[in-house]
């Protein structure tokens, strides 16, 4: 049900192509890290590009009320004085994470490996999701947990000062459960070693090196030969250090989906981060027929980026493996919405992950798609989009508290036949502050909220 400060909107078809420059905010993931990283690290750390979405500011301020120094500088950097492994404080009220379940699963990480107790809240829908996939692993490391039932916030942690080491396998492919366990194992004697089935972003193992610990990498015979270990060397010292964060490629999927789709487009997205964990939209779509060209290709601050340059296309629909789903699991409310315009079907392998995100992602996005008069149906944990060169529009788009579920219904909105309308569009902010704005500087014309 939409909040008391809801923000409704109505999106209708972009009558004139998107075209222009623009540079989308800075990375999710890596913002969350660079803040809890610098925290930890001895000395002062100086983040350029940080993400100034409230789920990343939820962060900072968990860093602050442990005791690190975090301020906004007023050349837009921010600077973290961090407290070393080990030395963070006992926060003295409840830890709200809003609307994040990075900043949630990464922080156990840190509070179970602190003797400190705290309590650590989240808004309806992060209350909602499982904690329980953080809370088995780090409850080995000799921590305790109390949580609501089936390992629900709010939670509890008795966190201790020496941790016991992990080996720890996981049983499924999260970013957010490995990084949760690394964190932790900074604290620890010993060495830590995660096996993940798949490869996940590795943000926590590039930013972990960058800060001075000692992490490798190594493949295994884990999921069909795709699998890896990662080993970190416990207490390490972590020296703050200079982050500069890319765009993030999740948020330019939005407005890069949005030119494909409206006829005569052509923009550009500026140094668009594009680790090779994080593109696996940008391949679905080129092997759809979408014309992005990849220029510029360089390294800042240790990731890959490029600019992206994104022309109107006839899509096609195609099958994608369920083995990509690590590199785009954010991406596919938006790839179903770029589906729905393709011809043909494009059929979405092995979602179940999708269905513990800040909505039932799987259930959600047949809805949004459904209201607006597209074929779509669910096949075990695959979705299948039956597509058209026009959607008929017209529905009304429940978001559930989803960014990513909102700003999917916009980028439908720009393309179809008739307005759609969004129930509330406020949750954007969390993960792409400033997304009106950035999306009416390339002319998509969409409604403006005027302050009362
Ligand atoms: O580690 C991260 O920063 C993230 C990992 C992913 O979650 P999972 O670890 O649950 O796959 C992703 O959906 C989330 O938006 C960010
Ligand atoms: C799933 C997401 O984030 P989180 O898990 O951090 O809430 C997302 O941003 O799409």
Known sequence: MPHALARPLVVRQAATPLGGKIRVPGDKSISHRALMFAG?????????????????????????????????????????????IGQLAEPEDVLDMGNSGTAARLLAGILASHPIVSVMTGDASLRGRPMRRVIDPLSLTGASFTARAGGRLPLCIAGLGEPKPLSYRLPVASAQVKSAILLAGLNTSGETVVEEPAPTRDHSENMLRHFGAEVSVEPTQAGHGRGRVIRLTGRPT????????PSDPSSAAFPLVAALLVPGSCIT??????????????????EMGADIQVMNQRVEGGEPVGDLVVTASALTGV?????????????????????AFAS?????????????????????????LTVNGVQVTV?????IVTGGRSVPGGGRVATQMDHRLAMSAVVLGLGAEKPVTIDDTSFIETSFPGFTTLMNRIGACLPVDVPA
Do not use: C, F, H
């Open 40 to 84: 930890l690290a001895q000395g002062d750390t100086r983040i350029t590009g940080l993400l100034e979405g409230e789920d990343v500011l939820r962060t900072a301020s968990a860093m602050r009320a442990l005791g690190a120094v975090v301020t906004r500088q007023a050349d837009e950097s921010w600077r973290v004085s961090g407290r070393g």
């Open 238 to 245: 972590l020296v703050g250090r200079d982050v500069s964060v």
């Open 269 to 286: 997205l500026e140094a668009v981060g594009l680790n090779p964990l994080r593109t696996g939209l940008i391949a679905t779509l080129i």
């Open 319 to 339: 099958d994608v493996p369920a083995d990509r789903a690590p590199s785009m699991i954010d991406e596919y409310p938006v790839l179903a919405v770029a589906a």
């Open 344 to 368: 043909g079907t494009t059929r979405m392998r092995g979602l179940e992950e999708l269905r513990v995100k800040e909505s039932d992602r799987l259930a959600s996005t047949v809805a949004l």
């Open 379 to 383: 096949d075990g944990d695959d979705m």
